[in-house]
């Protein structure tokens, strides 16, 4: 079936940046997503990509697609310790692309 | 304006028992979604209405679980005999249309606990 896996844990200094990175099997996805979670808090959607981009780039956030290899990475540029939280790559499946699959997360800790 | 909201925040149950738990979605929101999230674990998903019809409930895990969103707005999860392994946080998401290039508004979550 659909699986999305991401490393589970990094770590980086403050004002370095951070790439997370995320894999997916199904080549149909038609949205490619990146979400952040903080604690106590919901998901917010950071921002996300159609299939047939390879590069968006969002004041901060820069996103890569690469459609060959079913990779997917966020960098964040000059990371702030209110960038701690926890990253969940997610696709968008089915006919409609109503079907979300999520990736397990990465928790992302920004270190002074 | 209100997001989306989600109750109880909390609740904890008995190995048997019956739960509802509710999501009241974004006024104006044709896409409802739930999803499960366990810990560590990204949210999986349950079940998405299109309005008051569930377009797809091919995430629910087996015939315990049930949806209903009868007007089309606020929706209601329902757990049969809970399990142990119930215990999740259930997310509850809405959007304005459906599918991939709409963003889906997520609530804060119910935490359940069977014991």
């Known amino acids: 079936g659909e699986d999305v896996e991401q490393s589970l844990f990094l770590s980086v200094r403050e004002g370095d940046s951070s790439v997370i990175n995320c894999t997916y099997t199904?080549?149909?996805?038609?949205?490619l997503y990146w979400y952040k979670q903080e604690p106590g808090a919901g998901l917010q959607l950071l921002t996300y990509i159609f299939s047939n981009m390879d590069m968006k780039q969002d004041q901060r956030l820069t996103v890569l697609l690469n459609k060959k290899d079913k990779h997917l990475s966020l960098r964040i540029a000059d990371t702030q310790t209110g960038d701690s939280a926890i990253y969940f790559c997610a696709e968008s499946i089915g006919n409609y692309g109503q079907n979300f699959v999520f990736g397990p997360g990465t928790r992302l800790s920004v270190l002074p | 304006g209100a997001g989306v909201s989600q109750t109880p925040s909390n609740k904890v149950t008995e190995k048997g028992k019956y739960v509802e738990l509710r999501c009241d979605p974004i006024?104006?929101?044709?896409?409802l979604y739930w999803y499960r999230q366990s810990l560590g674990q990204g949210p999986e998903f349950l079940i998405y209405f299109q309005g008051t019809g569930a377009a797809d409930d091919s995430g629910l895990p087996n015939d315990r679980f049930f949806a209903v969103r009868p007007e089309g707005s606020v929706s209601t999860l329902k757990i049969q005999r809970t399990e142990r392994g119930d215990s999740a946080v259930y997310l509850c998401?809405?959007?304005?249309?459906?599918?991939?290039?709409?963003?889906?508004?997520f609530g804060p979550g119910t935490r359940l606990t069977v014991l």
């Open positions: 998401a809405s959007s304005l249309g459906a599918g991939g290039g709409h963003e889906q508004f």
């Open positions: 199904d080549s149909s996805s038609t949205y």
């Open positions: 006024s104006g929101h044709t896409a």
